[in-house]
């Protein structure tokens, strides 16, 4: 009768590097059964590649604006790293405030709003009144002009406007 173990023993997986070995040998009085041997040195690479991706990908400025695809910011040769402030946008026509979708009527409402809040949490805090506008670069000069004298009213006398280094 055939026992399962030797049949085992004798089909395992064997290394190459592992049975030609002399450091290991594979008959005699230090015969040892190796199954499988790990490739630690390929893993490594694989890990090595992986975390040089991933620091190489990180952001430590953090993301202020998130930016639709069909959306083409204006170019500018001189800006400035943009700080997080209330965020107006314009996006296929509709308005946006701090991703709250509004009207041309309720913008300064919201503005308002967004600038009480700040005085609530912060009382001792003078407001510094930045709003950044995100509009793609074909949009019309009315349309800007309708959020900028929004935000004048509402008490933003600081508009930036979030631009693409040329």
Same mark, same amino acid.
């Given at each position: 009768?055939?026992?399962? +173990?030797?049949?085992l023993? #004798?089909?395992?997986l +064997?290394?190459? $590097?592992g049975?030609e070995?002399q $450091? &290991? *040998?594979k008959h /005699?009085?230090w015969?040892r059964n190796i199954?499988?041997d790990?490739l630690l @040195?390929?893993l490594?690479d694989?890990?090595?590649?992986l975390v040089i991706?991933?620091?190489?990908?990180?952001?430590s400025? /953090? %993301?202020?604006?998130?930016? &639709?695809k069909?959306?083409?910011? *204006?170019?500018a040769s001189?800006? @400035? !790293?943009l700080?997080?402030? *209330?965020?107006?946008?314009i996006? %296929?026509g509709?308005?946006?405030v #701090? %991703?709250?979708e509004v009207t041309? #009527?309720?913008?300064?409402s919201e503005?308002l709003? $967004?600038?009480?809040?700040?005085t609530?949490?912060? *009382?001792?805090e #003078?407001?510094p009144g930045?709003v @950044? $506008?995100q509009?793609?670069?074909?949009?019309?000069?009315? +349309?800007? &002009?309708?959020i900028v004298l929004?935000?004048?009213h509402a008490?933003?006398? %600081? !508009?930036?406007f979030?631009?693409m280094?040329?």
């Open positions: 009768m055939i026992s399962t +173990q030797r049949i023993n #004798e089909t395992s +064997q290394s190459v $590097i049975s070995s $450091i &290991n *040998p /005699g009085k015969k199954n499988a790990l @040195t390929a490594i694989a890990f090595s590649i991706f991933l620091l190489m990908s990180f952001s400025t /953090g %993301d202020v604006l998130f930016i &639709n069909n959306t083409e910011l *204006p170019k001189l800006a @400035t !790293v700080e997080r402030n *209330p965020v107006v946008k996006d %296929d509709k308005l946006y #701090e %991703d709250k041309a #009527e309720t913008i300064v503005l709003e $967004i600038r009480k809040k700040f609530d949490i912060r *009382p001792n #003078e407001y930045i @950044t $506008i509009a793609d670069r074909r949009v019309k000069y009315e +349309q800007l &002009n309708s929004a935000a004048s008490g933003f006398s %600081d !508009v930036r979030a631009v280094m040329k």
